[in-house]
């Protein structure tokens, strides 16, 4: 009799388990099916298939940095001026594939955009948290691989920002203009999640989709990696355009006033927000963003 008591008390802490363990095992197949389906980035056929549909005269090239194979696109001629796009988090070129068509940026720019690294096709959820190792990583677009046309202009877009910014302090030489879009730029100003350290548990890690793998690394780490910007901000004397939605809920709307007090030497800086707009500006606020990339080049042409 007291058996059978015993299994009555425990029978509900069973099923609550196998019910744990269901949905458990539910949750990490949906895991990898989004995984599959879901990955924010279109291989070299689907782009091309978009370059000839919008008759852009576009490539797509690879190659090898700091032990990293990094896939970018450029469409252009030459000789004319330069403009490099880096995509936030999560994100890829194919992000702005669409972009290259744009006819006022077409007539202006040589237009180069890449899969930063562990997004895209350069090492898809294998991330690089370090802002400065990106940054270095990306270069040799602009000095080496290319010879790319001043004025530079590089336009980033939220965590892209941050390495377009590292870009600008550590070669001066490579960036005539800054154009930063939902930018994170002061440490810890920015939206962190509960899930965000549990998620970067080995235990945890190995189902998680590879997409937010590489936008979760780089988020747990962003904070001291800005920190170690801190320094360096006075080293950017370039026009700064800064734009983000006044209902951001991704970057702190207190980045602008970060902006203002670091930004010492950029001899210009124009901060915009841009009402009822969130965090997402390169997808819904591509004119005002154009506008931008147009001053900051006119801007840049006189220095």
């Known amino acids: 009799m007291a058996i059978q008591k015993r299994k009555r008390k425990y029978r509900w802490l069973r099923r609550l388990l196998r019910t744990f363990v269901v949905l458990a095992g539910l949750f990490i197949i949906a895991c990898f099916v989004f995984d599959h389906y879901v990955q924010f980035r279109k291989s070299d056929a689907e782009l091309k298939q978009i370059f000839v549909e919008k008759k852009i005269d576009a490539k797509i090239n690879y190659y090898t940095s700091h032990g990293r194979t990094l896939r970018y696109s450029s469409a252009g001629n030459d000789s004319l001026p330069t403009l490099l796009m880096l995509h936030g988090s999560p994100g890829s070129i194919s992000y702005y594939s669409g972009r290259f068509a744009d006819s006022v940026i077409r007539k202006h720019f040589k237009v180069y955009a ?42 980033g877009g939220s965590y892209g920002s941050s390495v377009a910014c590292r870009l600008a302090m550590d070669h001066p030489e490579l960036v005539d203009g800054l154009v930063l879009t939902g930018p994170s730029l002061a440490p810890g100003k920015e939206t962190y999640f509960w899930f965000t350290h549990i998620i970067e548990n080995a235990s945890i890690r190995w189902f998680i989709p590879r997409l937010f793998k590489s936008a979760n690394t780089e988020k747990v780490h962003h904070k001291a990696e800005l920190e170690k910007m801190l320094p360096y901000w006075k080293d950017i004397r370039v026009p700064v355009f800064y734009l983000q939605g006044e209902l951001d809920e991704i970057i702190d709307t207190s980045n602008a006033g970060f902006a203002r007090q670091h930004l010492i030497n950029a001899p210009y800086l124009d901060i915009q927000f841009i009402k009822n707009r969130h965090h997402r500006l390169a997808q819904f606020e591509w004119p005002a963003i154009r506008e931008s990339i147009m001053k900051v080049y006119e801007l840049a042409k006189k220095n």
């Open 114 to 155: 890449v899969d930063r690294p562990g997004y895209g096709y350069s090492g898809f959820g294998d991330p690089e948290y370090s802002i400065q190792k990106q940054s270095e990583m990306i270069r040799p677009i602009l000095d080496s691989l290319n010879k790319a046309t001043h004025p530079i202009i590089v336009m």
